[in-house]
Each structure stands twice: as C-alpha cells, then as structure tokens.
C-alpha cells in the first residue's frame, strides 16, 4: 500500500507539495497571513486534488501536510521562546510591567524640566521613571537606551517628550 501511494504521486503534485510547505514555513516567520501564506495554502489544496485519487490517499496526503507544518510550527516556537531566535533583534524582550500614571494638564506642565532614567529603551517610545513615578515618554531624538538619564523637555498634547542628557 505505501509503495502504490508514493509510487501514485505526479511531478506536479510533488511540487506543489514541496512549495506550498516551504511557503507555509517562510510565513511562520513573517507576521499575519500574507500572500506567501496564501499562496503556499493553494499549492498544498493543489497537491491534494492532484493526489486525491480516493479518499484514503487524499487523508493519507492531509496527514503529510499537517504533520511537517506543526513539527516546524513547533521547532520554531521553541526556538522563539527559547533558541536561536530568541536572542535576535526580531523578539521583543521589554515589557511593561506595573501600570503607568496618568496625570492632570496643570500636574504634566509641571514636570517640563525634570530627569528621570528609561526603564525600557526608547524607540522612540519606552518609559521612563521620575522621582519614582514611570510615565510613558516618547523621545525626540529617536532610540534611548534603558537605564539612559533623560529630561522632560515639552508636553505635547499627551505625549510627554523628553531628550537623553
């Protein structure tokens, strides 16, 4: 049975196999659903048609798709949380942790002038403590480093912007 079901397969559905995986792994690591992912999806319902010569070897096919797909789904989410991935610039390691303060127009104009220390980097937008009070701040020269020393430097609208000193 296993030597008719491989010996079944054609050069076009054996393509469309092989591409529409690789597509579908290329888009786990791209975000949402775009076309890579679309089209990888019509290439593997491609190679089931072209193979789906009954009903078991459409299954036999379905299997052959979805088993690869959550193995590398699987390898890949490992390698976000804990490998090779994890450490790149890709994933995102700053979180924000307690709440932050929201303030009154008279108390914000009171704090143009005041330092604080980023307590996640700025990119341009991060938080920062001042007289341990965390405010959203958005910098106005792009990205601040966490830990750097800033200043509050205008209020604008209810964005708190501030400069590294």
Not at 75 to 99: P, Q, T, W, Y
Not at 145 to 150: A, E, F, I, L, Q
């Amino acid at each position: 049975m296993v030597e008719q079901y491989v010996l079944g397969w054609s050069a076009p559905a054996v393509i469309c196999l092989m591409v529409g995986l690789a597509l579908m792994i290329y888009e786990m690591f791209t975000p949402g659903m775009g076309i890579p992912g679309l089209l990888g999806a019509l290439a593997l319902l491609a190679a089931v048609i072209l193979r789906a010569d009954s009903l078991t070897n459409a299954l036999i096919t379905l299997v052959l798709i979805v088993v690869p797909l959550m193995i590398a789904a699987g390898i890949i989410f490992r390698s976000f949380s804990k490998g090779a991935l994890s450490r790149s610039k890709i994933v995102l390691h700053d979180a924000i942790n307690d709440k932050s303060t929201s303030l009154g127009e008279k108390e914000m104009q009171a704090l143009v002038g005041k330092e604080g220390v980023c307590v996640t980097a700025l990119h341009p937008a991060g938080n920062a403590d001042f007289d341990e009070r965390r405010l959203d701040v958005v910098s106005e020269g792009g990205f601040v480093g966490k830990g750097s020393r800033v200043r509050i430097v205008r209020i604008d609208g209810v964005k708190i912007m501030v400069r590294e000193i």
